[in-house]
């Protein structure tokens, strides 16, 4: 394969072609001396071009994992927020681990300080009918229109710093023109917060201390998105998140080609040996597509929820809106 690449690049040099495809090349065969992959690694590996990159996509995130395992530790230990279900991370790394331990709050002093409410209707705004923010239908004007006139009349008893993610920056500016365009009810939420709407920049920073301003003074309404620059790491403790609205379920374009491999791959792999690794005398099933692509989706709901209640003082609410 080395020597394949190689006499390519060759090839590419002498006819003085520059392009993605020389580039190319030189990724490949600088990734292939890095980390010395064998065929059998390197086939867990998808490449693909858009109009300006070239992306390496790993299919198999137990790949590292087995590395560290051949190295053959007294003990790992995993730490994260982010574990559970145990059962799934498990399955991602091929691995059974023989001790698990989830840190579960006070639920008694917690319901007291953080609640969750989840709806399926956006009630009198929508005339009561289920709201399912799939890819066909979040983007209709009407449950646009309901959630601005549900906001509006929440926000009454809602003080200092809302949370509003949404699953895209695409559905994100589709929400910042339907507010653009309807002055009047734009003006009712302006008097009572000020209206923010991330920005798809690299720094973000200008942006956050104005709306920290703001939830200082009247209060700030924040449209940001899930998995973007807002919704893991930075914090929104106290004053800054008090309600948090999850608005659907960001679960990613299945017809994305990034997808579309990790399907094709978990399926070939579910086909081959549904059973295939045993460690410790727990056999775990292979991860199958569809629990790989709920989970992902839903990790990036419970880090949005996360961002309500950051210290043991931090109080606030969080509203799921999907059917």
């Known amino acids: 394969m080395d020597y394949i690449a190689e006499s390519l690049l060759q090839m590419i040099g002498e006819t003085k072609l520059k392009s993605y495809l020389e580039k190319f090349f030189v990724i490949f065969i600088q990734l292939r001396k890095l980390f010395t992959f064998n065929d059998k690694v390197f086939s867990n590996f998808k490449i693909y071009f858009d109009d300006s990159s070239i992306h390496l996509i790993c299919l198999d995130s137990s790949i590292q994992f087995q590395n560290i395992l051949g190295l053959k530790p007294r003990c790992i230990l995993l730490a994260s927020g982010t574990l559970t279900p145990f059962e799934n991370m498990e399955k991602q790394l091929k691995y059974s681990f023989d001790l698990k331990f989830a840190s579960v709050p006070d639920l008694t002093s917690w319901r007291k300080r953080f609640n969750v409410i989840k709806m399926d209707s956006l009630y009198k705004f929508n005339d009561n009918k289920k709201i399912c923010l799939n890819f066909k239908t979040r983007s209709d004007t009407e449950i646009i229109r309901g959630f601005f006139n549900f906001l509006l009349e929440l926000i009454q008893g809602v003080p200092q710093g809302i949370l509003i993610f949404l699953p895209s920056y695409a559905l994100l500016e589709e929400y910042k023109e339907f507010i653009n365009r309807d002055p009047v009810l734009a003006s009712k939420i302006g008097r009572e917060k000020k209206i923010f709407f991330e920005k798809n920049f690299k720094s973000f920073h200008p942006q956050f201390e104005s709306y920290k301003i703001a939830c200082k003074a009247r209060g700030g309404i924040f449209f940001v998105v899930f998995a973007g620059k807002f919704s893991e790491g930075v914090d929104f403790k106290d004053e800054l998140a008090r309600l948090v609205i999850i608005l659907g379920i960001p ?73």
Not at 304 to 316: E, I, M, S, T, Y
Request: aromatic share 14%; glycine share 2%; net charge positive.
């Open 251 to 323: 679960f990613s374009n299945i017809h994305d080609f990034k997808i579309q491999a990790k399907k094709a791959y978990l399926v070939e792999q579910f086909s081959k040996s549904p059973k295939s690794f045993n460690s410790k005398d727990n056999q775990l099933n292979h991860l199958q597509f569809q629990d790989w692509y709920n989970y992902e989706a839903m990790l990036q709901v419970n880090q949005a929820v996360g961002r309500v209640k950051r210290n043991d003082n931090d109080f606030g609410l969080a509203i799921l809106i999907d059917s």
